[in-house]
Protein backbone atom coordinates (compact mmCIF):
# COMPACT_ATOMS: atom_id res chain seq x y z
CA UNK A 1 0.00 0.00 0.00
CA UNK A 2 1.89 2.94 -1.58
CA UNK A 3 2.03 6.10 1.41
CA UNK A 4 4.89 8.06 0.42
CA UNK A 5 2.80 10.40 -2.10
CA UNK A 6 5.53 12.58 -3.29
CA UNK A 7 3.58 15.54 -3.01
CA UNK A 8 2.35 14.42 0.69
CA UNK A 9 5.42 14.47 2.70
CA UNK A 10 3.96 16.70 5.54
CA UNK A 11 5.35 16.18 9.32
CA UNK A 12 2.22 14.67 11.08
CA UNK A 13 1.69 16.59 14.73
CA UNK A 14 1.66 14.48 17.47
CA UNK A 15 -1.22 13.46 18.79
CA UNK A 16 -4.04 15.88 19.83
CA UNK A 17 -1.81 18.49 17.82
CA UNK A 18 -3.78 20.18 15.22
CA UNK A 19 -4.11 22.83 12.45
CA UNK A 20 -6.27 25.51 11.70
CA UNK A 21 -8.55 25.00 9.03
CA UNK A 22 -7.08 25.99 6.14
CA UNK A 23 -9.84 26.48 2.95
CA UNK A 24 -6.79 26.35 0.31
CA UNK A 25 -7.18 22.87 -0.10
CA UNK A 26 -10.24 23.73 -1.75
CA UNK A 27 -8.25 25.55 -4.10
CA UNK A 28 -5.77 22.44 -4.46
CA UNK A 29 -8.64 19.80 -4.92
CA UNK A 30 -10.13 21.26 -7.59
CA UNK A 31 -6.68 21.91 -9.11
CA UNK A 32 -5.56 18.25 -8.94
CA UNK A 33 -9.24 17.17 -10.57
CA UNK A 34 -8.95 19.43 -13.04
CA UNK A 35 -4.96 18.73 -14.04
CA UNK A 36 -6.70 15.14 -14.21
CA UNK A 37 -4.58 13.56 -12.01
CA UNK A 38 -4.65 10.11 -10.88
CA UNK A 39 -7.67 10.00 -8.79
CA UNK A 40 -6.34 7.29 -6.49
CA UNK A 41 -3.09 9.49 -5.94
CA UNK A 42 -5.14 12.33 -5.61
CA UNK A 43 -7.24 10.67 -2.75
CA UNK A 44 -3.48 9.87 -0.66
CA UNK A 45 -2.08 13.03 -1.44
CA UNK A 46 -4.86 14.70 0.79
CA UNK A 47 -5.16 12.28 3.54
CA UNK A 48 -2.15 13.82 5.15
CA UNK A 49 -3.42 17.53 5.13
CA UNK A 50 -6.86 16.33 6.64
CA UNK A 51 -5.06 14.28 9.09
CA UNK A 52 -3.29 17.56 10.63
CA UNK A 53 -6.73 19.19 10.02
CA UNK A 54 -8.37 16.94 12.61
CA UNK A 55 -5.42 16.18 14.52
CA UNK A 56 -5.69 12.44 13.96
CA UNK A 57 -3.03 10.27 14.42
CA UNK A 58 -3.24 7.77 11.38
CA UNK A 59 -5.98 7.46 8.56
CA UNK A 60 -7.03 5.67 5.43
CA UNK A 61 -9.21 6.58 2.45
CA UNK A 62 -11.64 3.59 1.31
CA UNK A 63 -13.15 3.76 -2.44
CA UNK A 64 -16.43 1.51 -3.06
CA UNK A 65 -15.62 -1.46 -5.11
CA UNK A 66 -17.01 -1.80 -8.58
CA UNK A 67 -19.81 -4.59 -7.39
CA UNK A 68 -20.69 -2.01 -4.88
CA UNK A 69 -20.12 -4.87 -2.11
CA UNK A 70 -16.89 -3.27 -0.20
CA UNK A 71 -14.98 -0.45 0.69
CA UNK A 72 -11.66 -1.23 -0.27
CA UNK A 73 -8.33 0.97 0.97
CA UNK A 74 -6.79 2.76 -1.75
CA UNK A 75 -4.41 4.82 1.08
CA UNK A 76 -2.73 4.84 4.35
CA UNK A 77 -1.01 6.81 6.63
CA UNK A 78 -0.15 5.91 10.30
CA UNK A 79 -1.44 2.56 10.16
CA UNK A 80 0.83 -0.78 11.60
CA UNK A 81 0.78 -3.21 8.64
CA UNK A 82 -0.87 -5.62 10.25
CA UNK A 83 -4.08 -3.82 10.72
CA UNK A 84 -3.76 -2.98 6.66
CA UNK A 85 -3.96 -6.17 5.98
CA UNK A 86 -7.02 -6.86 7.94
CA UNK A 87 -8.70 -3.63 7.34
CA UNK A 88 -8.05 -4.17 3.32
CA UNK A 89 -11.74 -4.41 2.94
CA UNK A 90 -14.67 -3.75 5.01
CA UNK A 91 -18.49 -3.93 4.41
CA UNK A 92 -20.52 -0.85 3.72
CA UNK A 93 -22.74 -1.63 6.52
CA UNK A 94 -19.84 -2.15 8.95
CA UNK A 95 -19.71 0.29 12.54
CA UNK A 96 -18.69 3.65 11.91
CA UNK A 97 -17.94 3.31 8.04
CA UNK A 98 -21.58 1.72 7.86
CA UNK A 99 -23.26 4.73 9.27
CA UNK A 100 -20.93 7.22 7.43
CA UNK A 101 -21.59 5.12 4.40
CA UNK A 102 -25.81 4.64 4.77
CA UNK A 103 -26.20 8.19 6.64
CA UNK A 104 -23.97 10.23 4.06
CA UNK A 105 -22.82 12.07 6.96
CA UNK A 106 -19.74 13.07 9.31
CA UNK A 107 -19.47 10.08 12.02
CA UNK A 108 -17.09 10.53 14.75
CA UNK A 109 -17.66 7.65 17.15
CA UNK A 110 -15.66 6.10 20.29
CA UNK A 111 -17.09 2.28 20.11
CA UNK A 112 -14.18 0.53 18.11
CA UNK A 113 -15.86 -2.61 19.06
CA UNK A 114 -16.53 -3.17 15.15
CA UNK A 115 -12.90 -2.28 13.92
CA UNK A 116 -11.47 -4.55 17.27
CA UNK A 117 -13.80 -7.39 16.10
CA UNK A 118 -12.82 -7.25 12.54
CA UNK A 119 -9.13 -7.14 12.77
CA UNK A 120 -9.12 -9.66 15.64
CA UNK A 121 -6.29 -7.08 16.96
CA UNK A 122 -6.15 -4.79 20.06
CA UNK A 123 -4.87 -1.60 18.10
CA UNK A 124 -8.63 -0.19 17.90
CA UNK A 125 -9.46 0.34 21.10
CA UNK A 126 -6.27 0.87 22.86
CA UNK A 127 -4.27 2.37 20.80
CA UNK A 128 -6.93 3.79 19.24
CA UNK A 129 -9.98 5.31 21.10
CA UNK A 130 -11.64 7.50 18.57
CA UNK A 131 -12.91 7.25 15.01
CA UNK A 132 -14.57 9.82 12.18
CA UNK A 133 -15.43 8.64 9.09
CA UNK A 134 -15.73 10.91 6.17
CA UNK A 135 -17.92 10.08 3.19
CA UNK A 136 -17.03 10.80 -0.42
CA UNK A 137 -20.66 11.75 -1.90
CA UNK A 138 -21.66 12.65 -4.79
CA UNK A 139 -25.75 14.08 -4.95
CA UNK A 140 -26.64 11.51 -2.29
CA UNK A 141 -24.49 8.84 -3.28
CA UNK A 142 -21.31 8.04 -1.08
CA UNK A 143 -18.57 6.77 -3.23
CA UNK A 144 -15.70 6.61 -0.97
CA UNK A 145 -14.62 7.84 2.71
CA UNK A 146 -11.51 9.02 4.42
CA UNK A 147 -11.12 7.36 8.28
CA UNK A 148 -9.58 9.01 10.82
CA UNK A 149 -8.04 7.97 13.93
CA UNK A 150 -7.15 9.03 17.48
CA UNK A 151 -5.82 8.29 20.86
CA UNK A 152 -8.18 10.74 22.26
CA UNK A 153 -11.62 11.98 21.83
CA UNK A 154 -11.15 14.77 18.55
CA UNK A 155 -11.95 18.23 18.89
CA UNK A 156 -13.12 18.83 15.92
CA UNK A 157 -14.36 22.42 15.68
CA UNK A 158 -17.45 23.41 13.10
CA UNK A 159 -15.35 25.30 10.65
CA UNK A 160 -13.58 21.90 10.81
CA UNK A 161 -16.93 19.84 9.98
CA UNK A 162 -17.91 22.07 7.36
CA UNK A 163 -14.47 22.03 5.78
CA UNK A 164 -14.74 18.22 5.87
CA UNK A 165 -17.91 18.25 4.16
CA UNK A 166 -17.31 20.42 1.49
CA UNK A 167 -13.81 18.16 0.75
CA UNK A 168 -15.96 15.26 0.62
CA UNK A 169 -18.57 16.19 -2.24
CA UNK A 170 -15.74 17.88 -3.99
CA UNK A 171 -13.63 14.23 -3.63
CA UNK A 172 -16.72 12.45 -4.43
CA UNK A 173 -17.62 14.67 -7.60
CA UNK A 174 -14.09 13.68 -8.80
CA UNK A 175 -14.98 10.22 -7.89
CA UNK A 176 -18.32 10.34 -9.79
CA UNK A 177 -16.81 11.62 -12.78
CA UNK A 178 -13.95 8.79 -12.44
CA UNK A 179 -16.11 6.32 -12.83
CA UNK A 180 -18.44 8.23 -15.34
CA UNK A 181 -14.96 7.87 -17.51
CA UNK A 182 -13.93 4.60 -16.90
CA UNK A 183 -17.70 3.15 -17.65
CA UNK A 184 -17.43 5.29 -21.20
CA UNK A 185 -13.79 3.95 -21.93
CA UNK A 186 -15.68 0.51 -21.42
CA UNK A 187 -17.97 1.58 -23.59
CA UNK A 188 -15.67 2.49 -26.20
CA UNK A 189 -13.55 -0.33 -26.44
CA UNK A 190 -16.79 -2.71 -26.55
CA UNK A 191 -17.46 -0.71 -29.26
CA UNK A 192 -14.37 -1.10 -31.31
CA UNK A 193 -13.82 -4.70 -30.84
CA UNK A 194 -17.70 -5.09 -32.16
CA UNK A 195 -16.56 -3.13 -35.08
CA UNK A 196 -13.30 -5.30 -35.21
CA UNK A 197 -14.97 -8.28 -35.42
CA UNK A 198 -17.59 -7.10 -37.80
CA UNK A 199 -14.35 -6.07 -40.25
CA UNK A 200 -12.85 -9.49 -39.68
CA UNK A 201 -15.93 -11.22 -40.77
CA UNK A 202 -17.55 -8.90 -43.76
CA UNK A 203 -13.74 -8.43 -44.74
CA UNK A 204 -11.74 -11.50 -44.32
CA UNK A 205 -14.16 -14.58 -43.51
CA UNK A 206 -16.26 -13.98 -46.69
CA UNK A 207 -13.33 -14.21 -48.73
CA UNK A 208 -12.26 -17.15 -46.81
CA UNK A 209 -15.41 -19.16 -47.18
CA UNK A 210 -15.41 -18.54 -50.67
CA UNK A 211 -11.73 -20.31 -50.91
CA UNK A 212 -13.05 -22.92 -49.03
CA UNK A 213 -16.00 -23.64 -51.11
CA UNK A 214 -13.69 -23.49 -54.18
CA UNK A 215 -11.48 -26.36 -52.59
CA UNK A 216 -13.85 -29.20 -52.98
CA UNK A 217 -14.42 -28.35 -56.71
CA UNK A 218 -10.47 -27.98 -57.42
CA UNK A 219 -9.87 -31.19 -55.83
CA UNK A 220 -12.80 -33.10 -58.21
CA UNK A 221 -10.87 -31.50 -60.78
CA UNK A 222 -7.71 -32.48 -60.08
CA UNK A 223 -8.89 -36.15 -59.42
CA UNK A 224 -10.79 -35.87 -62.76
CA UNK A 225 -7.42 -34.38 -64.48
CA UNK A 226 -9.77 -31.68 -66.15
CA UNK A 227 -6.97 -28.99 -66.03
CA UNK A 228 -9.24 -25.96 -67.27
CA UNK A 229 -11.23 -26.13 -64.63
CA UNK A 230 -8.08 -26.87 -61.99
CA UNK A 231 -6.31 -23.95 -63.19
CA UNK A 232 -10.00 -21.97 -63.17
CA UNK A 233 -10.09 -22.86 -59.74
CA UNK A 234 -6.54 -22.27 -58.85
CA UNK A 235 -7.23 -18.87 -60.23
CA UNK A 236 -10.16 -18.51 -57.77
CA UNK A 237 -8.47 -19.79 -54.40
CA UNK A 238 -5.05 -17.63 -55.42
CA UNK A 239 -7.62 -14.48 -56.32
CA UNK A 240 -9.14 -14.90 -52.63
CA UNK A 241 -6.25 -15.43 -50.28
CA UNK A 242 -4.32 -12.31 -51.66
CA UNK A 243 -7.73 -10.33 -51.00
CA UNK A 244 -7.38 -11.83 -48.01
CA UNK A 245 -3.83 -10.52 -47.25
CA UNK A 246 -4.55 -7.39 -48.24
CA UNK A 247 -7.57 -6.79 -46.34
CA UNK A 248 -5.87 -8.11 -43.07
CA UNK A 249 -3.39 -5.74 -43.68
CA UNK A 250 -6.24 -3.12 -43.66
CA UNK A 251 -7.86 -4.23 -41.08
CA UNK A 252 -4.22 -3.98 -38.92
CA UNK A 253 -4.00 -1.00 -39.82
CA UNK A 254 -7.12 0.63 -39.09
CA UNK A 255 -9.88 -2.17 -39.01
CA UNK A 256 -10.18 -1.53 -42.68
CA UNK A 257 -9.36 1.37 -45.66
CA UNK A 258 -11.18 4.01 -45.80
CA UNK A 259 -14.53 4.05 -48.31
CA UNK A 260 -13.94 4.54 -51.70
CA UNK A 261 -13.15 7.92 -52.79
CA UNK A 262 -15.32 7.81 -55.69
CA UNK A 263 -18.43 6.89 -53.76
CA UNK A 264 -20.83 4.25 -53.11
CA UNK A 265 -22.27 4.17 -56.21
CA UNK A 266 -18.75 3.43 -57.71
CA UNK A 267 -17.90 0.45 -54.84
CA UNK A 268 -21.49 -0.60 -54.97
CA UNK A 269 -20.52 -1.49 -59.26
CA UNK A 270 -17.56 -3.00 -58.67
CA UNK A 271 -19.14 -5.20 -55.60
CA UNK A 272 -21.34 -6.42 -58.71
CA UNK A 273 -18.67 -6.79 -60.93
CA UNK A 274 -16.73 -9.33 -58.37
CA UNK A 275 -19.83 -11.12 -57.64
CA UNK A 276 -20.83 -11.75 -61.19
CA UNK A 277 -17.27 -13.00 -61.81
CA UNK A 278 -16.62 -14.92 -58.66
CA UNK A 279 -20.14 -16.26 -57.87
CA UNK A 280 -21.15 -17.12 -61.71
CA UNK A 281 -24.63 -15.31 -60.75
CA UNK A 282 -26.28 -13.47 -62.95
CA UNK A 283 -26.45 -9.93 -60.81
CA UNK A 284 -28.59 -6.81 -62.02
CA UNK A 285 -28.10 -3.52 -60.27
CA UNK A 286 -31.01 -1.10 -60.22
CA UNK A 287 -30.61 2.30 -59.00
CA UNK A 288 -33.70 4.49 -59.06
CA UNK A 289 -31.71 7.13 -56.75
CA UNK A 290 -29.11 8.82 -58.80
CA UNK A 291 -29.14 12.00 -56.16
CA UNK A 292 -28.51 10.06 -52.80
CA UNK A 293 -26.70 12.30 -50.76
CA UNK A 294 -24.71 10.33 -47.41
CA UNK A 295 -22.03 10.90 -45.09
CA UNK A 296 -18.88 8.55 -45.65
CA UNK A 297 -20.22 6.77 -42.54
CA UNK A 298 -23.12 6.30 -43.92
CA UNK A 299 -21.69 4.48 -47.02
CA UNK A 300 -18.78 2.85 -45.41
CA UNK A 301 -22.46 1.03 -43.71
CA UNK A 302 -24.50 0.71 -46.47
CA UNK A 303 -21.82 -1.34 -48.58
CA UNK A 304 -20.56 -3.95 -45.85
CA UNK A 305 -24.64 -4.69 -45.65
CA UNK A 306 -24.98 -4.92 -49.28
CA UNK A 307 -21.58 -7.32 -49.61
CA UNK A 308 -22.61 -9.18 -46.64
CA UNK A 309 -25.69 -10.13 -48.34
CA UNK A 310 -23.97 -10.74 -51.89
CA UNK A 311 -21.67 -13.21 -49.93
CA UNK A 312 -25.09 -14.93 -48.42
CA UNK A 313 -26.00 -15.58 -51.74
CA UNK A 314 -22.54 -17.23 -52.83
CA UNK A 315 -22.37 -19.06 -49.66
CA UNK A 316 -26.25 -20.04 -48.97
CA UNK A 317 -28.06 -19.67 -52.21
CA UNK A 318 -27.35 -22.08 -54.98
CA UNK A 319 -29.16 -19.18 -57.08
CA UNK A 320 -29.19 -18.34 -60.60
CA UNK A 321 -30.28 -14.89 -60.59
CA UNK A 322 -29.68 -11.62 -57.98
CA UNK A 323 -31.12 -8.38 -57.94
CA UNK A 324 -29.67 -5.11 -56.19
CA UNK A 325 -32.04 -2.65 -55.96
CA UNK A 326 -31.31 1.14 -54.83
CA UNK A 327 -35.11 2.76 -53.92
CA UNK A 328 -36.56 5.41 -52.79
CA UNK A 329 -39.80 6.65 -50.61
CA UNK A 330 -40.14 10.00 -49.06
CA UNK A 331 -37.03 10.55 -47.27
CA UNK A 332 -36.28 6.94 -46.64
CA UNK A 333 -34.09 4.81 -48.53
CA UNK A 334 -34.62 1.26 -49.61
CA UNK A 335 -31.42 -1.24 -50.51
CA UNK A 336 -33.21 -4.44 -51.47
CA UNK A 337 -30.98 -7.30 -52.08
CA UNK A 338 -32.89 -10.41 -53.97
CA UNK A 339 -31.96 -14.04 -55.35
CA UNK A 340 -33.98 -16.72 -56.71
CA UNK A 341 -31.95 -19.88 -54.88
CA UNK A 342 -32.42 -22.04 -51.58
CA UNK A 343 -32.34 -18.78 -49.66
CA UNK A 344 -30.42 -17.87 -46.53
CA UNK A 345 -33.71 -18.30 -44.28
CA UNK A 346 -32.78 -22.34 -45.24
CA UNK A 347 -29.08 -21.91 -44.40
CA UNK A 348 -29.17 -19.11 -41.33
CA UNK A 349 -31.59 -21.55 -38.47
CA UNK A 350 -27.80 -24.01 -38.62
CA UNK A 351 -25.64 -21.51 -39.14
CA UNK A 352 -23.88 -19.94 -36.67
CA UNK A 353 -21.40 -18.12 -39.12
CA UNK A 354 -25.04 -16.99 -41.06
CA UNK A 355 -26.34 -15.98 -37.49
CA UNK A 356 -23.34 -13.84 -36.49
CA UNK A 357 -23.82 -12.22 -40.06
CA UNK A 358 -26.92 -11.48 -40.01
CA UNK A 359 -26.22 -9.66 -36.59
CA UNK A 360 -23.63 -7.58 -37.64
CA UNK A 361 -25.98 -6.50 -40.43
CA UNK A 362 -28.83 -5.84 -37.87
CA UNK A 363 -26.20 -3.73 -36.03
CA UNK A 364 -25.11 -1.56 -38.96
CA UNK A 365 -28.96 -0.77 -40.06
CA UNK A 366 -28.86 0.14 -36.58
CA UNK A 367 -26.11 2.77 -37.07
CA UNK A 368 -27.70 4.10 -39.96
CA UNK A 369 -31.29 5.13 -37.72
CA UNK A 370 -33.00 2.57 -39.86
CA UNK A 371 -33.78 -1.02 -40.01
CA UNK A 372 -33.08 -4.93 -42.05
CA UNK A 373 -35.81 -7.19 -42.55
CA UNK A 374 -34.84 -10.71 -44.12
CA UNK A 375 -37.58 -12.52 -45.70
CA UNK A 376 -38.71 -15.02 -48.50
CA UNK A 377 -38.90 -13.61 -52.08
CA UNK A 378 -42.04 -13.68 -54.07
CA UNK A 379 -40.93 -16.35 -56.54
CA UNK A 380 -38.36 -18.22 -54.32
CA UNK A 381 -35.52 -17.08 -52.61
CA UNK A 382 -34.81 -14.39 -50.23
CA UNK A 383 -35.01 -10.75 -49.93
CA UNK A 384 -33.11 -8.59 -47.23
CA UNK A 385 -33.80 -5.07 -47.38
CA UNK A 386 -32.35 -2.26 -45.63
CA UNK A 387 -34.55 0.77 -44.64
CA UNK A 388 -32.78 4.22 -43.22
CA UNK A 389 -33.48 7.69 -43.83
CA UNK A 390 -30.89 9.87 -45.80
CA UNK A 391 -30.67 12.92 -46.86
CA UNK A 392 -32.15 13.27 -51.09
CA UNK A 393 -31.01 16.31 -53.62
CA UNK A 394 -32.61 15.25 -56.72
CA UNK A 395 -30.55 17.76 -58.84
CA UNK A 396 -27.14 15.67 -57.70
CA UNK A 397 -25.80 12.73 -59.22
CA UNK A 398 -22.41 10.80 -58.03
Known sequence: MRTDWPDSKVALPPPHGRR??????LAEITAGVSAGTDLHGLLGRFLAPIMQIAGARA???RVLSDDGDRLQMISEVGLPAHVVDTERNVNPDCGTCGSAFAGDTIVSAADMGYCARHGADSYFGQEVRQMMAVPLTYRGRVLGLYNLFF???PAVEADSSALFKSIGELLGLALHNALLERDTLRAAVLSERQAMAAEVHDSIAQTLAFAKM???????????HDEAQALRYCA???QALSSVHSNLREV????????????????LHAAVAEFRELARVDLVLDDRVPGLQLSTAQEFQVLRIVQEALANITKHARARHAWLTLGRLGGVIDVAIEDDGAGLLAASGSDDASHYGL???RQRATSLGGTLEVSPREGGGTRVCLRFPAEFDGTAAR
Open 20 to 25: APDTGI
Open 59 to 61: GAV
Open 151 to 153: DAQ
Open 214 to 224: RMPLLQEAVTT
Open 236 to 238: DVR
Open 252 to 267: LAHFRAPMDPLGLKHA
Open 359 to 361: DIM
